[in-house]
């Protein structure tokens, strides 16, 4: 039995891996020029897999640059931070544990780490800290890489996904000044630092008055492209032996407005119910699927908005854009024009809607298609 080509639910590479070649490109070439990298979009558009990608490739052309990955997604303290960082940083210096414990002997002045090696020292290998001592010597723990890069001639890029979580950490904002201060220093290290809070993440790095600000190049992530998508559609069905029209391959990302994330899972139930060659039954079929597998999401989504939320929502889905004029607030029972500024924020920081040149997009497209069709009344197909 063949094995879908269409991948989602995890980061991608390879064969499944489309697209992004400027991105690409541009984030390589940052990376390995020593230029500080913060990388945004809203979510799965596909931040990690093209940061992942990016890492491969200079891992294989770059022998003199460690790569250390950490995704903050479930780290939630800055005692955890560390301890990560420390741990991620010995772990990319060699690929020898004897190394990784010569290095806390070299490096580790001030505090000393309590070490951990399992049978698997790849995998089992944990570094802990005493606290008290820990908060004194953050230091010497942001410092690690440029220590072990200078003394070993290499250098490090050092990514951190999710890195908006770090503002959720008690004492965030000390700690961001220290962070700054110290890895602004580094010469041999390269930061890229990621994540789909957007709000937090424009904050964290675009405010004059934010200890990051001007930290490094601000990329922010677009969508991949429609003719990417149908190529990487009708190649992937070719390569396992179906087939779809150019013109069908399209209909996927046109229903997905090519959401890298719901491309994928569009394309996933159609080849799986593709015998030979898809048509628009299959397609249609899926996108069927595709709403109904996300529908209960959404309903609990709805359960927890406020009524005035909902209705700015479905002033958004109407096209309004003048959404505190007196006829929009009272056409749709929005409240007060303090009632829409605030819910207005609330929908983009839960990243439901955003706005550009003043007109509101929803940024879930099955959301919106489930949304138009429970208080519209408007058929899947036809909303295209
Ligand atoms: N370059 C790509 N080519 C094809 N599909 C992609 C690509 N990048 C991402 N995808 C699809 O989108 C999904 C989400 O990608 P990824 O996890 O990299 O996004 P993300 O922006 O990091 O998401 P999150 O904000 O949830 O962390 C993948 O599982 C895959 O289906
Ligand atoms: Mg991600």
């Known amino acids: ?9 995890t980061t991608v590479s390879d064969k499944s891996f489309t697209d992004r070649d400027k991105d690409s490109k541009k984030l390589y070439e940052n990376l390995t020029n020593g230029i500080n990298t913060i990388l945004i979009s809203p979510r799965r558009w596909g931040k990690s897999s093209l940061v992942e990608k990016v890492a491969g490739d200079i ?36 690929s020898k544990w004897q190394d990784w414990l010569k290095s806390v002997k070299d490096f580790f002045k001030q505090i000393v780490p309590k070490i951990s090696i399992g049978t698997d020292p ?14 004194k010597h953050k230091d010497e723990i942001l410092d690690l890489p440029e220590k072990i890069s200078a003394s070993k001639k290499f250098k490090f890029v050092i990514c951190l996904d999710e890195f908006q979580n770090l503002a959720t950490y008690q004492g965030y904002e ?19 630092l990621y994540g789909s809070k957007r709000h937090m993440l424009t904050d964290i790095f675009s405010k004059s008055s934010k200890p990051f600000y001007r930290f ?9 492209g429609r ?36 491309v994928q899972q569009l ?34 989504e709805i ?6 939320q909902l209705n700015l929502l479905k002033a958004i889905c109407s096209g309004e854009t003048q959404l505190t004029s007196n006829d929009t607030m009272q056409k749709y029972r929005l409240g007060t024009p303090r009632n829409v500024s605030k819910n207005k924020a609330i929908l983009i920081n839960n990243d439901m809607i955003s706005n550009g040149d003043g007109s509101y997009l929803f940024l879930d497209p099955v959301f919106e298609l489930w949304f138009r069709k429970m208080f519209f009344n408007e058929d899947y197909i036809k909303t295209m």
């Open 174 to 192: 000390e700690f961001e000044k220290k962070l700054r201060s110290k890895w602004q220093k580094h010469k041999n290290v390269t930061y890229c």
């Open 216 to 224: 490094g190049d601000i990329m922010l992530l677009q969508k991949i």
């Open 59 to 94: 891992s294989t052309k770059h022998k003199d640059i460690k790569i250390v990955m950490i995704d903050l997604f479930s780290v939630s303290g800055e005692e955890e931070f560390l301890e990560a960082f420390a741990r991620e940083v010995l772990k990319a210096s060699s």
């Open 227 to 262: 003719v990417d998508w149908i190529n990487f559609i009708v190649e992937s069905f070719e390569r396992t032996a179906k087939s779809i029209s150019k013109e069908n391959a399209e209909l996927i990302p046109a229903y997905m407005k090519d959401h890298s994330w719901y």
């Open 303 to 308: 359960e927890t908005m406020s009524i005035t």
């Open 267 to 300: 394309a996933h139930y159609t080849w799986a119910k593709t015998d030979h060659t898809a048509s628009k039954k299959e397609i249609n079929d899926s996108l069927f699927e595709v709403i109904n597998a996300n529908s209960p999401l959404f309903k609990k």
């Open 122 to 135: 790849a995998n089992d290998f944990n570094l802990s800290f005493d606290w008290v001592e820990l908060k």
């Open 1 to 9: 039995m063949q094995i879908s080509p269409f991948i989602y639910g």
